[in-house]
């Protein structure tokens, strides 16, 4: 099948009577082309079908117009809407964006992040698998002068740009509110403490029940190797053989969360009377199950848009490439039924 011709910037120019300069000009909304041709550039663009050239477009400015962005999974509420927060601020100036994810792999996130370095993205925002061990394989981008944001899993050396909420903070508030709702054996499920942001929740745990002379006690603390239903399942039947049972639980996600909820259901333990129960996130599954799930409120979308603006400003050379910064995103206690012991309106 014969293919039709590719629409030109002389096609139109033709047409219009005009330059094919001032129809470049006009297609980039050139300050010194009249709002009057340049509305007639585009009606005459959109009805003979042309399609700006990025390829030619970004050879001349050396720029691909393509974020990098590096996640540790998809299939995450939490990462999709960090997702819907970057494309939010890219798509605005004119960014496409190259997606990869790790599959909690650190070989597989050595081999995305190179790929996207061959593939010259202008810039990279990354989130670090379960297993990175170094970061090395970043130095690339920073060898060539291409801007990298972390967020979420990052390493906190002082010496990178991180989008970050306080997740020590977070741990503190959630154990805090367990404590205050009556529970004094509260068990901790949580994941690879190698990442910042279970480390970091742990300390968090800790500090709380320090403040309230309450003793850390490490069969309380239970790390599974993913964040899925089935190690919800699995913690759940960890907590069941516990002797004593704890009265309280602080889980670092929320599907993790409603997992371990439905099964120590299964088995007749009522929540919260049984035993209180935080999550971490505020995915969607919290106001699905039953009880409700109080939670940690983990802002995604305001985390991308934060690290796409602080990259784009990078790119743009409004902000100084070899200028780190800590970017903490404002974060909170969403309480629901599955933890509130001192109310009378249990839902069970």
């Given at each position: 099948?014969?293919?039709?011709?590719?629409?030109?910037?002389?096609?139109?120019?033709?047409?219009?009577?005009?330059?094919?300069a001032?129809?470049?000009r006009g297609?980039q909304d050139h300050?010194n082309?009249?709002q009057?041709?340049?509305?007639?550039?585009?009606d005459?663009?959109?009805?003979?079908?042309?399609?700006?050239?990025?390829f030619?477009?970004?050879?001349r400015?050396k720029?691909s117009k393509?974020?990098?962005?590096l996640?540790?999974?998809?299939?995450?509420?939490?990462i999709?809407?960090?997702?819907?927060g970057?494309?939010?601020?890219?798509?605005?100036q004119?960014?496409?964006?190259l997606?990869a994810?790790?599959s909690?792999?650190f070989k597989?996130?050595?081999?995305n992040?190179?790929?996207?370095f061959?593939?010259?993205v202008?810039?990279l925002?990354?989130?670090?698998s379960?297993?990175?061990s170094?970061l090395d394989h970043?130095d690339?981008?920073?060898h060539?002068?291409?801007?990298?944001?972390?967020?979420?899993?990052?390493?906190?050396?002082?010496?990178k740009?991180?989008?970050?909420?306080?997740?020590?903070?977070?741990g503190?508030?959630a154990?805090q509110?367990?404590?205050?709702?009556?529970c004094r054996?509260i068990?901790?499920?949580?994941?690879s403490?190698?990442r910042?942001?279970?480390a970091?929740?742990?300390s968090?745990?800790?500090?709380?029940l320090?403040l309230n002379?309450?003793?850390?006690d490490?069969?309380?603390?239970i790390?599974?190797d993913?964040?899925?239903?089935?190690?919800?399942?699995?913690a759940?039947?960890?907590?069941l053989n516990?002797?004593p049972?704890?009265?309280?639980?602080?889980?670092?996600?929320?599907l993790?969360a409603?997992?371990?909820m439905?099964?120590l259901k299964q088995?007749?333990i009522s929540?919260?009377l049984?035993?209180?129960?935080v999550g971490?996130?505020?995915d969607?599954?919290?106001?699905?199950?039953e009880?409700?799930l109080?939670?940690i409120n983990y802002?995604g979308k305001d985390?991308g848009?934060?690290?796409?603006?602080?990259?784009?400003?990078?790119?743009?050379?409004r902000?100084d490439?070899?200028?780190?910064?800590?970017?903490?995103?404002?974060?909170?206690l969403i309480v629901?039924?599955s933890s509130?012991?001192?109310?009378?309106?249990h839902?069970?």
């Open positions: 099948m014969k293919k039709d011709k590719e629409i030109t910037i002389y096609d139109i120019a033709r047409e219009l009577n005009i330059s094919a001032t129809v470049s297609l300050p082309i009249s009057k041709t340049k509305q007639r550039i585009a005459l663009a959109k009805a003979i079908g042309y399609r700006s050239n990025h030619a477009s970004s050879l400015s720029r393509n974020i990098g962005v996640v540790h999974e998809l299939n995450s509420s939490f999709t809407s960090v997702l819907s970057i494309e939010k601020i890219t798509a605005q004119g960014y496409d964006l997606i994810h790790s909690e792999s597989k996130e050595i081999a992040t190179t790929n996207l061959n593939k010259r202008d810039g925002i990354a989130s670090l379960f297993d990175t170094d970043f690339m981008f920073y060539k002068g291409v801007p990298v944001v972390f967020f979420d899993r990052v390493e906190q050396d002082g010496k740009t991180v989008v970050i909420i306080d997740n020590f903070e977070c503190y508030t154990t509110h367990l404590i205050n709702q009556g054996r068990v901790h499920v949580t994941s403490l190698s910042n942001v279970y970091q929740r742990l968090g745990y800790k500090q709380a320090r002379d309450l003793p850390f490490n069969t309380l603390l790390v599974e993913e964040l899925s239903k089935k190690a919800g399942e699995e759940a039947m960890k907590i516990m002797h049972r704890p009265d309280g639980a602080f889980i670092t996600n929320d993790v409603a997992a371990c439905q099964m088995y007749g929540i919260p049984d035993i209180a129960i971490f996130n505020n969607t599954i919290g106001e699905l199950i009880p409700a109080t939670t802002p985390i848009e934060l690290a796409a603006l602080n990259l784009l400003n990078q790119i743009e050379g902000n490439l070899n200028q780190t910064n800590t970017i903490i995103v404002p974060s909170g629901r039924d509130l012991r001192l109310s009378n309106n839902i069970t």
